[in-house]
C-alpha cells in the first residue's frame, strides 16, 4: 500500500568561516571553521502521531564542529584542488541518541576553453558512521529507515560539469554552472536507499 510522508522546516543552523594560511600567486591553503547550532526539530510526527524516521528529522539536536581544510592551485588556464571535511557531534541529542559523525573528501579540476567556457571533474567520498543510541518513541519495526543499524555508510561520486561565464564588462562576475553527479560505489549500512543521479543548475556572482 503506498504511503507518502513529508517534513518541512528549519534545519540546523550552519556558521563557517576561512583562516587563510597560504594565499599566493599559484597556490592557496585554507582552514576552514565550521559549527552547528541545533535549531533543527528532532520530534517530527507523521499525521498519525508517529515519530518520524531518523532521516527525517530536520536537526540533530546536538552542537557540531565542521573542521577542515582546503587547498587550491592554478596557472593559466588549469585550476584544481582539494578539500578534506568533518561533521563532528559532541553530545547526545534529548531524544537519546547522536547521529554519525561525517568525513568528507574532495579532489577537483577545472580547465578554462575559452573566455566564456569552463569545464571540471571532481571526486567525492563520504564516509558517515551509524547512529549512536536510540529514540525510543520512533518504531524500529514501522520501515527500515526507522532502525538506526540502517543509516551511514561510505560512498565515492564523480561529478562532471560546466561553467558559463560573461564576457560583457557590464555582466563581470556572472556566470551559471551546471554540474551532473553520478555514485560510483556505495556501501551502505543495513538496508537503504541507493542514491540517484543528481543535476544542479547554479547562478553566481563574483566579485
Do not use: C
Not at 507518502?4 to 568561516?17: L, P, Y
Not at 547521529?99 to 579540476?109: E, Y
Not at 561520486?157 to 560546466?162: A, F, P
Amino acid at each position: 500500500m503506498p504511503m507518502n510522508t513529508k517534513s518541512s522546516g528549519w534545519g540546523d543552523t550552519k556558521i563557517s568561516g576561512l583562516l587563510s594560511l597560504h594565499n599566493g600567486n599559484s597556490h592557496g591553503l585554507h582552514l576552514n571553521l565550521g559549527a552547528s547550532i541545533p535549531t533543527g526539530s528532532t520530534t517530527k510526527s507523521n499525521n498519525m502521531g508517529m515519530r518520524l524516521a531518523y532521516p527525517m528529522q530536520l536537526g540533530s539536536g546536538t552542537y557540531g564542529l565542521e573542521p577542515g581544510i582546503t587547498y587550491n592551485g592554478k596557472n593559466d588556464l588549469l585550476k584544481w584542488g582539494g578539500q578534506i571535511k568533518g561533521v563532528f557531534h559532541l553530545s547526545d541529542n534529548d531524544e537519546g541518541y547522536t547521529l554519525g559523525d561525517q568525513v568528507i573528501a574532495s579532489s577537483w579540476a577545472s580547465y578554462r576553453v575559452n573566455p566564456w567556457l569552463a569545464t571540471a571533474v571532481r571526486l567525492t567520498y563520504t564516509d558517515t558512521k551509524n547512529i549512536d543510541g536510540t529514540d525510543g518513541s520512533i518504531n524500529p519495526n514501522m520501515s527500515p529507515q526507522t532502525r538506526r543499524n540502517n543509516y551511514g555508510g561510505d560512498r565515492l561520486d564523480v561529478s562532471i560539469g560546466v561553467t558559463l561565464l560573461s564576457t560583457k564588462p557590464e555582466h563581470r562576475g556572472h556566470q551559471i554552472g551546471i554540474e551532473y553527479t553520478t555514485t560510483v560505489d556505495q556501501d551502505a549500512n543495513g538496508i537503504q536507499m541507493e542514491m540517484q543521479d543528481m543535476l544542479n543548475i547554479g547562478y553566481q556572482f563574483a566579485l
